[in-house]
C-alpha cells in the first residue's frame, strides 16, 4: 500500500466536536483518490517518545521496533481532495481525550505532519437508482457529505444523521433532492433514534440504493430493518460500524470482526 505524507495548513472547528484539518505537501504528488465518495486513507499516528522521526514508513517501524513504538492506525474518510492544489481535506470527530486521531487533530497546528496509507474506497451514488438513502452520525459525516454532493440533479436523497444536538450541525448541498433531518440526542433512548427514523420513511419498493455508517448498534438495526423488512440486498447497501457505544477505539477494533459476523447472521439466509 502507498505511503504518503503531508503538512498540516490550516485546522478549524467546524462545530464543538468536528475539526477539519487541510493538509498540503510535496509528499502528496502523485495522490490520486478512486471514483468513490467514501474515499478513505489510513492515518498513522506515532507515540510521543517515538524514536523516529515525523516521515516514516508504517511497515518499516513495525519491522525494525517493538510494539509499543509502532504507530495508532485509524481510518479516515477523505472529506476532499483537490488535485489541482494537491490539498487533503479530512475532517475529525473529537470527543475529549479519548482516541487517538480527535486529540491529534484538535491540537493539530500549522506545519504537523501527518503520514497516510492508501487510499481505498468503493461507494458512490449510482445514477440509476431511485433513491439514495444516508443514514449515520457525525463519524459517518464526510462520507455523507461528500456522497450528497455527487447525487445527478433531479435524484431523491434522503439523509438522516445523529448528532448531539443544533450546533453540531453542518451544511450539507445536493444537486439532488434532499430529504434531510438531523436527530439530535437527548441522552434517553439515542440508540434507537436512528432506527425509528428509517422505519418512518416513506422509501420506493425497489431502487433504493443505502449507505449506512456510524455507531455499531444502530447501524446493525438499521442494516436488519433495511434487509429483511425493507427487501434491500446487500448489493444495494454500503454498511459499516465505525464504532461502538461504550467502547474506547482499540477495544472496538478488537472485537469488530465477530460483531460484524453477528451482523451478517441477523439476516441469513438473506442474498
Known amino acids: 500500500m502507498a505511503v504518503w505524507h503531508a503538512t498540516v495548513r490550516s485546522a478549524s472547528w467546524l462545530t464543538p466536536a468536528l475539526v477539519r484539518v487541510v493538509l498540503r505537501g510535496d509528499g502528496l504528488s502523485g495522490f490520486a483518490t478512486p471514483d468513490a465518495t467514501d474515499t478513505y486513507v489510513n492515518l498513522a499516528f506515532p507515540p510521543a517518545d517515538a524514536p523516529y522521526g515525523p516521515v516514516f514508513a508504517p511497515a518499516e517501524v513495525r519491522e525494525h521496533y517493538p510494539a509499543e513504538l509502532w504507530p495508532a492506525r485509524r481510518r479516515y474518510t477523505v472529506r476532499r481532495w483537490e488535485p489541482a492544489t494537491e490539498s487533503l481535506t479530512l475532517d475529525f470527530v473529537v470527543h475529549g481525550d479519548d482516541g487517538v486521531g480527535g486529540p491529534w487533530a484538535a491540537s493539530a497546528a500549522p506545519g504537523d505532519v501527518l503520514v497516510m496509507e492508501g487510499p481505498g474506497g468503493s461507494y458512490r451514488p449510482d445514477p440509476a437508482a431511485a433513491c439514495h438513502l444516508l443514514a449515520g452520525d457525525e463519524s459517518a459525516l464526510p462520507a455523507v457529505a461528500a456522497s450528497l454532493e455527487a447525487v445527478p440533479a433531479g435524484q431523491r436523497a434522503v439523509a438522516r444523521i445523529v448528532c448531539d444536538g443544533p450546533e453540531h450541525e453542518v451544511d450539507l448541498s445536493c444537486p439532488g433532492e434532499l430529504d434531510l433531518r438531523w436527530l439530535h440526542r437527548t441522552g434517553s433512548g439515542d440508540a434507537e433514534l436512528l432506527l425509528r427514523a428509517v422505519e418512518d420513511l416513506d422509501l420506493p419498493a425497489s431502487g433504493v440504493q443505502a449507505f449506512v ?3 455499531a448498534d444502530e447501524i446493525r438495526g438499521v442494516r436488519r430493518h433495511l434487509l429483511v423488512e425493507r427487501g434491500l440486498t446487500r448489493a444495494d447497501m454500503s454498511c459499516s460500524p465505525y ?29
Do not use: L, N, Y
Open 213 to 215: 455508517h456510524g455507531e
Open 243 to 271: 464504532w461502538r457505544r461504550t467502547m474506547t477505539d482499540e477495544a472496538w477494533r478488537r472485537v469488530k470482526r465477530d460483531f460484524v459476523a453477528q451482523m451478517d447472521a441477523d439476516v441469513e439466509p438473506v442474498a
